[in-house]
């Protein structure tokens, strides 16, 4: 079975990451944009960063197999930055429309301030204009005030339940995204936060239906193989694995082919690796022997 993971950073992550994941089956991510750590200081350092999602990061998934595709966006934390936030926003007109961007992203409430509102809704109108669908951040703080208003936002700007990952949802939220007709996302996560035999428990009671799980891994404490260690969960708790396929595969791709540019390969087996393969004259071996493997 292929593993779709479409909520990581792999910008933050090795190369031996790549290889653990394609090894346990994840054939396909989503890379969303987000905070990274610190604040930036220029709107330049967002520019070069959405490149590299879409350049660089992209090449080395490749290398060791997997399909990589990004969302784009402002992300809720660096909303509150006067110093970036708009100059972001116009940038974003231009990205949104390269080939790899398959939603804006990552949007939405972290301390849930007013500029975290105004920012959020102009994303939803770009997401309109441009054709995408949008993955929403839910904050770790009031969780549960933080998705109604979400829900609350995206009812009153009339945006598509049908085009709208909810992120990060819990015991708490989860009946609120699927009220709302909105596709669920889940971040399974070492310690903290929802893990395995929680997500198990949600399936049980919510069944497959419009639900995503993902490891949300970045440069934090946290863990890319998470959306293997599930389905490996779900089999031992005797989910269906028709039910499994639908939760890491079929929905992400149903998903996030609303924006016209997801061609994952209809293929069970993995994509074909060459690292002879350059990006801009680099490559990611440092000397080590290219795996070629056969056409
Ligand atoms: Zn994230």
């Not at 993902?214 to 934090?220: I, K, Q």
Request: net charge negative.
């Amino acid at each position: 079975m292929r593993l779709f993971d479409p909520h990581i950073h792999m910008t933050s992550r090795t190369t031996d990451d790549y290889e653990r994941m394609a090894a346990a089956g994840i054939a396909a991510v989503v890379e969303p944009a987000f905070w990274v750590g610190q604040p930036r200081t220029h709107v330049g350092t967002f520019e070069d960063y959405f490149l590299s999602l879409l350049g660089w990061e992209r090449f080395r998934a490749s290398q060791f197999g997997v399909q990589h595709f990004c969302a784009l966006a402002l992300n809720p934390k660096e909303a509150n930055n006067p110093r970036v936030a708009d100059g972001v926003l116009a940038l974003l007109a231009e990205y949104l429309e390269k080939d790899g961007v398959v939603a804006v992203g990552e949007i939405g409430f972290d301390d849930q301030t007013d500029a975290e509102e105004r920012y959020f809704a102009a994303q939803l109108r770009l997401a309109r204009e441009h054709d995408l669908p949008v993955l929403i951040h839910t904050p770790h703080r009031d969780k549960k005030r933080g998705t109604e208003r979400t829900l609350a936002l995206l009812r009153r700007l009339e945006f598509p339940p049908a085009l709208t990952l909810v992120d990060h949802n819990t015991e708490e939220t989860l009946p609120l995204t699927l009220a709302a007709g909105c596709w669920a996302g889940h971040s399974i996560y070492p310690t903290t936060k929802l893990d395995e035999a929680r997500m198990v428990a949600l399936i049980r009671q919510y069944g497959a239906e419009r639900i995503l799980v993902n490891s949300a891994a970045d440069w934090g404490v946290s863990d890319p193989l998470k959306v293997a260690k599930t389905v490996a969960a779900m089999r031992d708790a005797g989910i269906a694995a028709d039910a499994i396929e639908t939760i890491v595969w079929r929905n992400p791709v149903r998903f996030f082919a609303q924006s016209g540019r997801l061609d994952v390969a209809d293929a069970p087996a993995p994509s074909r690796v060459d690292q002879r393969a350059l990006f801009e004259g680099n490559s990611v071996l440092r000397g080590q022997p290219a795996r070629v493997d056969p056409a």
